[in-house]
């Protein structure tokens, strides 16, 4: 490639976007050329001055949409949805790592899809998304004779709940199961599993400076299967975003995943 791909960044203030920052750098194919912050804010002491020297900083995407190719976005689902139809109105392309979108935001981010290309991922980590690729196979040949748990631990300032890595993990066991993850998913303990077949319970913990761990246990009379994944450093989720944002690149539209990047072998 010629040119290298210029990146904008939304949040870029956030814990996500200073890690973009701190890793984009040494990322060859790519080049930070912006970032949209909320308001007028002071640039945070973590962020190295050297590393945002010739990057545009505006809280207006008017300011800067002739100036990148990919907008890589991690802020909320209000801000996103905004960024969405900035994004569709100047046809750029857009990575989405925010979560806890509601299912009209969900259908907004479809619909988009039909004219600009969009890579929406709750949880970029190589990791979780190795996890997502094997988990299929596990359910088809368990699901039906365990008890299925899923456990999320995230910092104490984590908006959403459960966290967009749990319902992704919620909605691939459901699908090997041949269900939609609201016919099985049990959120309140106080449901007697008796009752319910084919249940995924869900368990959220809040506490502390947790990056995102999450556990999914498959449990039968017996034994029982524990599969964990603990994110130790934002820079896996900045990596996974940035390798995203390179293989986007190409796409004209369309809403792609970390599966189509990924392409693990079976
Ligand atoms: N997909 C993945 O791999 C991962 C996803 N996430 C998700 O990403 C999101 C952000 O997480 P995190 O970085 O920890 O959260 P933070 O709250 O640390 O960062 C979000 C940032 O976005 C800013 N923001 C909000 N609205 C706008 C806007 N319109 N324009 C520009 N900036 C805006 C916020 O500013 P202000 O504080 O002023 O509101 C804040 O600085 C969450 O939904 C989280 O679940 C997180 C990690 C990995
Ligand atoms: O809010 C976070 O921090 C994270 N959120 C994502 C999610 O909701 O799954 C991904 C990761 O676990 C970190």
Not at 92 to 103: D, L, Q, S, V
Not at 210 to 230: L, M, P, Q, S, Y
Not at 234 to 260: E, N, P, Q, V
Request: with cysteine; charged share 25%.
């Amino acid at each position: 490639m010629s040119s290298k791909i210029k990146i904008a960044i939304s949040g870029a203030y956030g814990k996500m976007g200073k890690s973009i920052i701190n890793t984009i750098y040494k990322i060859k194919n790519v080049k930070l050329t912006a970032l949209l912050i909320n308001k007028n804010k002071i640039i945070p002491n973590n962020i190295d001055k050297k590393k945002i020297k010739n990057v545009k900083i505006s809280n207006n995407f008017n300011d800067i949409y002739n100036i990148f190719d990919i907008l890589i976005d991690f802020t909320c689902p209000k801000s996103t949805i905004e960024y969405l139809y900035l994004c569709h109105k100047y046809n750029k392309k857009i990575i989405i790592g925010t979560t806890g979108f509601n299912n009209s935001e969900k259908e907004k981010i479809k619909k988009f899809s039909n004219k600009i290309a969009i890579l929406l991922s709750s949880n970029f980590s190589i990791g979780i998304n190795l996890i997502l690729n094997i988990l299929e196979k596990i359910t088809k040949s368990i699901g039906n004779d365990n008890d299925i748990e899923i456990i999320e631990y995230h910092h104490r300032n984590k908006k959403d709940a459960p966290s967009g890595t749990a319902l992704t993990i919620g909605k691939t066991i459901a699908k090997s199961m041949k269900l939609k993850l609201n016919e099985c998913a049990i959120y309140d303990k106080n449901i007697n599993r008796n009752k319910i077949k084919n249940s995924i319970g869900f368990s959220v913990i809040r506490a502390g400076d947790i990056i995102g761990d999450h556990t999914i246990i498959f449990a039968n009379k017996g034994e029982r299967i524990e599969i964990t994944h603990k994110a130790s450093n934002r820079i896996t989720f900045a990596k996974g975003a940035i390798k995203a944002s390179i293989w986007l690149y190409k796409k004209k539209r369309g809403l792609f995943s970390m599966k189509d990047v990924l392409k693990f072998k079976n």
